[in-house]
T-cell receptor, first 113, second 114 residues
């Protein structure tokens, strides 16, 4: 079945540091890929998405590129802020699986001033 | 624009009591609807999803049930809560049948069982 693996946290960074969160996936077909962010005490918000190979999703300074050859969708941000402290979830959706989302375990990011 | 509402935001219930969590979506019709549970410090587990009124698919065997009495209403229920039902419950919706449609989440209900 489908699965998503992302690096375990917590990831602790200083403000203005570079952030990378690795995400790899296993899928039977051609999935769409997503990053969601969860701020403390809140639900999940869609951060960005990519629907085909080599697509780059971007939002709020975050970027991720759909790499079919390496089955990866790593999230990056060049200069993090304290307000980026949150849990980040990588996820995939596949039509053959009824368009249900398969989530990674989440990566907690803590940005210190 | 579309919005999703979940209530209550927090709930404390004794073991063995019933449960009813409600989720409604506005601004769209015939959405796909989902219930997830997030245990403390962990990822999300899909509990139920629905592609239409009265159509419910269960992902994992459990003490919970779901119903969709109206197009944009999704209810999560239990007759007798267990300690293991504690967690953060999230409702979500998505539009269309394409896999590139993202899911949009409510603010969640934090359920504590005593």
């Amino acid at each position: 079945g489908d699965s998503v693996t992302q690096m375990e946290g917590p990831v602790t960074l200083s403000e203005e540091a570079f952030l990378t969160i690795n995400c790899t996936y296993t899928a039977t077909g051609y999935p769409s890929l997503f990053w969601y962010v969860q701020y403390p005490g809140e639900g999940l918000q869609l951060l960005l998405k990519a629907t085909k190979a080599d697509d780059k999703g971007s939002n709020k300074g975050f970027e991720a590129t759909y790499r079919k050859e390496t089955t990866s969708f790593h999230l990056e941000k060049g200069s993090v802020q304290v307000s980026d402290s949150a849990v980040y979830f990588c996820a995939l959706s596949e039509r053959a699986a009824g368009n249900k989302l398969t989530f990674g375990g989440g990566t907690r990011v803590l940005v210190k001033p | 624009s579309q919005t999703i509402h979940q209530w209550p935001a927090t709930l404390v219930q004794p073991v063995g009591s019933p449960l009813s969590l409600e989720c409604t979506v506005e601004g769209t019709s015939n959405p796909n609807l989902y219930w997830y549970r997030q245990a403390a410090g962990r990822g999300l587990q899909l509990l139920f999803y629905s592609v239409g009124i009265g159509q419910i698919s269960s992902e994992v065997p459990q003490n919970l049930s779901a119903s969709r009495p109206q197009d944009r209403q999704f209810i999560l229920s239990s007759k007798k809560l267990l300690l293991s039902d504690s967690g953060f419950y999230l409702c979500a919706w998505s539009g269309g049948q394409a896999s590139n449609q993202p899911q949009h989440f409510g603010d969640g209900t934090r359920l504590s069982i005593l």
